[in-house]
């Protein structure tokens, strides 16, 4: 949250290379979109600046350029009505909304069962233990370790998430 990583020309540069990278490489979005999940979950509320800092800042990966649009566009997500202004340099302190979990978006997390399946992109999961949101490419296990806090986790244990990808 240092003022200097949202340093002008650095946002500019990352902008260009996020532009370019998400033309070729979309896959992106799904891995963003599992970072603003965890931000929600850890925080209770998310804006895009958030998955920005944690996305490109701290994990070093690029932005998602038009993608970017569908980072929130999950029917786990709802608008808290609230705005706050962007601390990103290159978006001239526009307003961006902040998002939080839908209150009956756990309709749409429940534990894992015999019937779970992942989708070619993969699928959320996140650990009873300690709430780290982790993505599996199959169910084909009875327990996993969590690569976080290492609890050997049941199946049945983990819960589920639906981020309804388009
Ligand atoms: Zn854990």
Redesign the pocket.
């Known amino acids: 949250m240092t003022p200097e990583q949202f340093d002008l020309n650095l946002g500019r540069e990352l902008k260009t290379v996020g532009v370019t990278l998400a033309s070729e490489n979309n896959g992106n979005l799904a891995e963003a979109q599992a970072v603003a999940l965890q931000l929600a979950v850890d925080h209770g509320r998310v804006t895009a600046d958030d998955v920005y800092q944690r996305y490109v800042l701290d994990q070093g990966n690029s932005w998602l350029g038009n993608a970017a649009g569908s980072l929130f566009r999950s029917s786990l997500f709802e608008w808290t009505g609230e705005l706050v202004a962007s601390r990103r340099p290159s978006r001239h302190a526009n307003y961006i909304r902040v998002w939080r979990l839908k209150p009956n978006g756990c309709r749409e997390m429940k534990n894992v069962n015999r019937n779970t399946r992942a989708p070619r992109e993969g699928r959320e999961i996140i650990?009873p233990?300690?709430?780290?949101v982790q993505r599996v490419h199959h169910f084909s296990w009875s327990a996993l370790t969590?690569t976080?806090?290492?609890?050997v986790?049941d199946k049945n244990d983990w819960v589920a998430l639906d981020i309804g990808r388009n």
């Not at 976080?148 to 609890?151: E, H, L, P, T, V």
């Open positions: 650990c233990k300690c709430h780290s969590c976080k806090c290492k609890a986790v």
